[in-house]
């Protein structure tokens, strides 16, 4: 054991870390509203009349979820050109964590409107309130509120997975760090205080989503 | 794609079975331990297992990878690359596994461990008799669903550069140059895992539902 | 009280059906319903559970669709477009037996919430309408709580009072006090006298048989989707002409 540890290579690349924090920030950020539509949508879809459209959605669902998202991306990342869309590898990956968090999205969206009881819906209409303002009056904010935890959680995990996008070196932390790495050979200290950066990021999502919590959600349950 | 390649990716998919077995199997013995130390009652111990689960759910399982890989050479531990994802697996199992299974053990109703404790049961057996069996049943859909996401973690192993399937993949893509069917086969060969488990996994809950009714 | 003159037709009935039918998939859940409610009439509906009360209540405002017959509500024909069932909406109020207050909205909003938004009032009109109604009530202490800080029997006045903030010109009630710890149910029946007793024009489910003597102009006893009979209080619990309305009565009144 005749290794010190030398974090100058850290240090001087701090710049670069920081601003990558920056590209991991607005690929999650950029991901959970992509992932929100897909989820909204999804479950529009899956309560569609048609029996196609219900199967593809629970296809789609089960078919990301029982995958890795290193495969997805790399699919994705193949796929898009012989589709004829050329993409720089950022906005590759935030389709791609768009549509994997929208997978996760469609489930705990559609529990969460299932879990607000019908006397809701009906309390609004017998007040003569439309259908679109039942929706936006009163059922989302409770429907929101019972999902918040899942969501958030799931958010999160969403934020971590930024870091597989450095398989397709889209801008974020793992490939700035990676770069470091390779031109300094301090693995460890490298990908140590990453680690703590991703810590301390995945901290203040979760101060994010606690601050918007109380805010929005304070009102007494039983 | 031709029989060789194919064969190439059963190869992969072998490895990623046993890496997958492995860090389950390891990290539910170290999970056990989790739990039960964040259960022990002692402030201090369960303040420090808090902040292990927390480090492992608030960072990349990526990462995690890194750090124990070339932690392990920096202590001194050579391993080769199947040990050392072994290793980094385990330790995120047995963290995620450890609140999961903290969870139900808070969920078996009180009265459960005061009666143990009024029948002079000891530690224990009150937690092999009493508490863990009641426990595991409630966690067995969780358990389930991370087995689930361990399968898929373990592809992840392949930018550490172990020769699983995702890593499988990824060479015949460069040495073929289809990388939608390559990719779509190894998608396709994780489908068949975890799928049965996701069933499975619903299924368990299901069951538990109607049965806690 | 005001008796119903069906002869007379200068008085149009508040609210009328006529050959009301209504299925859920094959199953026929109303069959030739005829039913002509006068303003300020008191109707309690009653009737073995599962006979479609709630269903006859419920397709008055249009939370079901029916199939069959007419029915007509302050003169508009509560037909399917959507215009003509807000209308009727608008000037029938309804109160549930799970209260179905919003959880996420103070006592207080969840009586401005339908004034300002479907009739148009600015937030003083509706929060002084909202005022007035609580304290009519006699919950205005409470106008700043959320639902959950309330016990059932306020939440379920609380729920009156938002009706009536619409200014309806009828009420529907399905069970108000079903869902009642027992030391509740007066608080909300003796609200529901006083509307009564104002002149509002109400239709009630409820088992509550000392409310309806007082309360009722008619008792309507309904079973597997018919209306059975239909009579005053006291012709209706002195002398009840059908079986099935002396065994219900037996039942109902033999309990309390
Ligand atoms: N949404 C529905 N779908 C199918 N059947 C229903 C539905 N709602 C009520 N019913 C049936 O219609 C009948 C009348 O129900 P309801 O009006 O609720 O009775 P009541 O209020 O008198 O107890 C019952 O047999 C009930 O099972
Ligand atoms: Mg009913």
């Known amino acids: 054991m005749n290794y010190t540890l030398d974090f100058t290579p850290v240090i001087d690349g701090l710049p670069n870390l920081l601003w ?19 989820g909204i949508g999804g479950v529009i879809l899956r309560q569609s009349r048609v029996k196609l459209l219900r199967w593809l959605v629970i296809g789609f669902v089960e078919l990301i979820r029982n995958t890795p998202f290193l495969v997805q991306i790399f699919f994705i990342y193949f796929a898009l050109p012989l589709a004829g869309i050329r993409l720089d590898p950022t ?19 559609r529990g969460g409107v299932q879990s607000i009881s019908k006397g809701q819906t009906e309390a609004g209409l017998a007040l003569g309130l ?4 039942v929706f936006r009056l009163i059922i989302l904010k409770p429907a929101l509120r019972t999902i918040y935890p899942s969501l958030t959680s799931q958010f999160i995990l969403l934020t971590l997975t930024t870091s597989i996008a450095s398989a397709i070196s889209a801008y974020e932390l793992t490939s700035v760090s990676q770069r470091i790495e390779s031109d300094s050979f301090r693995s460890f200290e490298v990908y140590f205080t990453v680690t703590v950066f991703y810590l301390v990021i995945s901290w203040v999502m979760m101060r994010i989503f606690a601050f918007f919590s109380a805010r929005y959600f304070s009102y007494p349950l039983r | 794609m031709g029989r060789e390649e194919f064969l190439f990716l059963l190869t992969g998919l072998k490895w990623t079975v046993a890496l997958s077995a492995v860090a389950f199997v390891c990290g539910c013995v170290a999970g056990l331990m989790v739990a039960l130390l964040r259960t022990s009652g002692v402030a201090i111990i369960e303040r420090l297992t808090a902040g292990y689960i927390a480090v492992f759910q608030g960072t990349p399982l990526l990462m995690q990878l890194f750090v124990v890989y070339y932690g392990l050479a920096l202590i001194g531990i050579q391993m080769d690359a199947w040990a050392a994802v072994s290793v980094g697996l385990t330790l995120h199992a047995s963290a995620f596994l450890g609140e999961i299974w903290r969870g139900s053990i808070e969920a078996v109703p009180r009265g459960q461990t005061e009666a143990a404790k009024a029948l002079s049961l000891g530690y224990v057996s009150r937690m092999k008799d009493v508490v863990l069996p009641q426990a595991i049943r409630i966690s067995l859909p969780a358990t389930v ?7 898929k973690g373990t592809s992840l192993a392949s930018i550490v550069g172990f020769t699983e399937l995702t890593r499988a993949g990824n060479i015949i893509s460069n040495q073929i140059f289809q990388p939608l069917t390559v990719f779509g086969i190894v998608g396709a060969l994780y489908f068949l895992m975890c799928c049965p488990l996701t069933i499975y996994g619903a299924h368990l809950e299901r069951k538990f539902l109607t049965a806690s009714r | 009280m005001s008796q119903v003159r069906t002869s007379d037709n200068s008085i149009e009935p508040m609210i009328s059906l006529s050959g009301v039918g209504k299925w859920y998939g094959a199953f026929q859940a109303l069959d030739s319903i005829n039913m002509s409610v006068a303003k300020g009439e008191k109707i309690v509906l009653c009737g073995p ?3 479609g009360k709630s269903t006859l209540i419920r397709c008055i405002n249009h939370l079901e669709a029916y199939q069959k017959g007419d029915i007509h509500v302050g003169g508009i024909r509560l037909g399917h477009g959507s215009k003509v069932i807000d209308a009727v909406r608008r000037e029938v109020g309804m109160v549930f037996q799970q209260f179905n207050l919003f959880p996420h909205l103070t006592v207080l909003q969840n009586c401005m919430l339908a004034p300002m938004r479907t009739l148009g009032l600015n937030k003083p009109q509706a929060e002084g309408r909202a005022r007035t109604l609580l304290e009519r009530v006699k919950i205005s202490e409470q106008a700043e709580k959320y639902p959950a800080q309330l016990s059932g029997g306020q939440q379920q006045r609380v729920a009156i009072a938002r009706a009536l903030c619409m200014r309806p010109k009828a009420m529907l009630f399905d069970e108000p006090t079903s869902a009642l710890d027992p030391e509740m149910v007066k608080e909300v029946l003796d609200t529901m006298i006083a509307l009564a007793e104002e002149g509002m024009t109400m239709i009630c489910v409820t088992h509550e048989m000392g409310f ?26 002195s002398n009840p002409k059908h079986e099935r309305t002396r065994k219900f009565l037996g039942e109902v009144l033999g309990r309390h």
């Open chain 3, 212 to 237: 309806a003597r007082q309360v009722a102009d008619r008792i309507v006893f309904m079973a597997s989707g018919v209306i059975v009979e239909e009579a005053p209080p006291a012709e209706f619990f």
């Open chain 1, 91 to 109: 906005p590759t990956a935030i389709i791609a964590l768009g549509i994997n968090g929208g997978a996760y999205a469609i489930e705990i969206i």
């Open chain 1, 20 to 38: 990558a924090c920056l590209g991991t920030f607005t690929l999650a950020i950029s991901g959970m509203l992509l992932a929100i539509v897909i």
């Open chain 3, 49 to 51: 559970s599962g006979s």
């Open chain 1, 130 to 133: 439309h259908k679109a303002q």
């Open chain 2, 145 to 151: 669903g991370f087995l689930v996401q361990l399968i």
